[in-house]
Every structure is written in C-alpha cells, then in structure tokens.
C-alpha cells in the first residue's frame, strides 16, 4: 500500500489560507484526492485530481480550493482560501480506488466513502473567527 502523509496543517483565522502538502508514494496514474473530517461526523470529500490533472471539487468549494499534483516530487497538495470556521477538520489525502471500478471518474464525492480508497497520516486545520 502506497504512504500518505499529510502536512500543513495549522490554525488560522476567518478569511485566512493554508496550503496543504502530500507526500505520496502513490504511483501517477492514480486518481488522487483530498478530504476531511471531524470527530463524529462523516468525511467529506473535497477535490479530486487525476493523472492527466484534470480536477474536479465539490460544487460548494469550487474557488476557493486548489489542488494540484507534482509527480515528480511525489507530492499532492491543496491550496485553501477564505477559509471558514466550519471548515476546521483533520484533511487527509488518499487514493480513490473506485477511479478504476466506476467508469474511470476521478471524482472528490467517492471519498464520502471509506471504502472508496486508502489513505494516511491527517493533518490538522483549525479556523477560528
């Protein structure tokens, strides 16, 4: 199973922006993705990118999220912007499997599930106002 580890994370103020980093030992033609979750809630997936970096976001975080990949760094990584207080969470990165089960859709809504994929290490954000 390929490492995940993700790192980042910090506390910021209402309106501020983080830039999360992934290492990954994933290989490149996987589709990659980025989600959160809180303490007894359920995880949200938020981005998604594919090997051809092709990316897809959650129709709510659609600009004001950025994720990107350098594969030859090893690396995923997500640029957060306007951050708001609900948004604190542990973010993980991971590996959607179902990208080849499901019709080859590398889509951020996968990781809803956690049987969508593998992943590590989280990191934590923190947004107070």
């Known amino acids: 199973q390929e490492r995940l580890v993700a790192s980042g994370g910090n506390s910021v103020k209402s309106g501020g922006s983080l830039r999360l980093s992934c290492e990954t030992s994933a290989h490149t033609r996987y589709c990659l993705g980025w989600f959160r979750q809180t303490p007894g809630n359920a995880r949200e997936g938020i981005a998604s990118?594919?090997?051809?970096?092709?990316?897809t976001y959650r129709s709510a975080l659609k600009g004001r999220f950025t994720v990107s990949r350098d594969d030859a760094e090893n690396a995923l990584y997500l640029e957060m912007n306007a951050l708001k207080t609900e948004e604190t969470a542990m973010y993980h990165c991971?590996?959607?499997?179902?990208?080849?089960?499901?019709?080859?859709?590398?889509?951020?809504?996968?990781?809803?599930?956690?049987?969508?994929?593998?992943w590590g290490q989280g990191t934590q954000v923190t947004v107070s106002s």
């Open positions: 990118i594919d090997a051809d970096c092709k990316t």
């Open positions: 991971a590996v959607i499997m179902t990208y080849f089960t499901a019709g080859y859709k590398c889509q951020p809504e996968d990781l809803d599930n956690a049987s969508s994929g593998y």
